[in-house]
Structure formats: C-alpha cells, structure tokens
C-alpha cells in the first residue's frame, strides 16, 4: 500500500504534465505555494486506501480505492489513478489497476466504479481493458480551469454476470 515521504509525493505530483493534471485532477490547481497541504491532506485522509507504485526506485504512480461513507453503498468503491507521464503507455497502468482491482475482491468490495474525462481515449481504453464498462456520461458535469468536461463513469462489478444486459434492458425501459 503507502509508505511515500511527502516529499516525494510533492515531486511526483509537480512532475505531472498539464495534460495528466487535467485528466486527473483530484486537487485543483497545484502549486509550490499549495502542494505541501495537498501532500499532507491527501496522506492523511482516512476515506482511501493509497498506493504508490515504484519502478527502479521511482514513485511512478499514485492510486486509491475511496470508500463510501453512505450505508447503503458500503459494498462499493471508487478507484482513481495517475501515472507520470515518463511511465504511461507502457503497461504500468493495467498492472496497477489489476492488481487494486483483485485487492478491492480480497477486502470484500462487490463493485468499483470509476470517473474517467470523454477525450481521455487512453483511461477509458485501459480501463475497457481490465474489464470496466460504461455506466453513464455526464455532459459537462466537471469545470476545470474555466473549461467544461463530459465524464464518462464506468464500473466493473465482482460478479458480473448479465450487467451489460440488465443495462441494456434499463435503457430500453427508459426509453417508453
């Protein structure tokens, strides 16, 4: 799971390329002024189980299950991630989302669910790739920088059997 040095986390989150901060942009605007209490909140936060993920002695990705305060979705998470943009496209990714995928099953999650921005054609490709569906799209449903973004939220269930089929049933209902 975590054991990063703020220090580190602050590095690796300046390092993100305005194009990572913007796809995952968690924390708002980041800044030198700001990046220390950004640091500290995010580690210290309770609601998230936090992994950082290491290659050759490098934090090349953050990630997190967030649970749900709300009773009645106790049984679901919401998984959120970043690689620097030193060490995209080349795998990292669906490894680290597999491997909190199994590690959401082992602590008895029974659905993951995600937010992912229309345009950001690589997130929504890997996470297709590790089994994620779409469940829904948001037209402008986040502003970031004056800008506004259509989020397509996706899930993937435990025990999937049949979802893309009850959905496509929800749907055809909601159409009468």
């Known amino acids: 799971k975590y054991n990063v040095k703020p220090k580190e986390f602050e590095k690796f989150l300046i390092s993100l390329s305005k194009k990572s901060l913007q796809n995952f942009n968690h924390f708002g605007k980041i800044n ?9 909140d995010e580690i210290e936060r309770k609601d998230k189980i936090k992994f950082f993920s290491y290659f050759e002695n490098e934090l090349i990705g953050y990630s997190f299950l967030s649970k749900f305060e709300k009773f009645t979705k106790k049984h679901n998470c919401v998984l959120g991630m970043v690689i620097t943009d030193k060490w995209q496209k080349k795998g990292f990714g669906q490894e680290i989302c597999s491997y909190m995928i199994k590690y959401a099953w082992q602590k008895k999650y029974e659905k993951i669910w995600l937010t992912v921005f229309f345009d950001n054609l690589g997130g929504i490709k890997l ?3 590790c089994g994620f569906e ?3 799209i948001f037209l402008n449903d986040e502003k970031l920088f004056g800008l506004k973004r259509t989020v397509v939220s996706m899930a993937i269930f435990k025990n999937s059997r049949n979802s893309v089929k009850k959905r496509n049933n929800i749907m055809k209902k909601l159409m009468i």
């Open 134 to 136: 779409v469940e829904g």
């Open 32 to 40: 030198k002024k700001n990046i220390k209490k950004i640091v500290i």
């Open 127 to 129: 996470y297709k790739k």
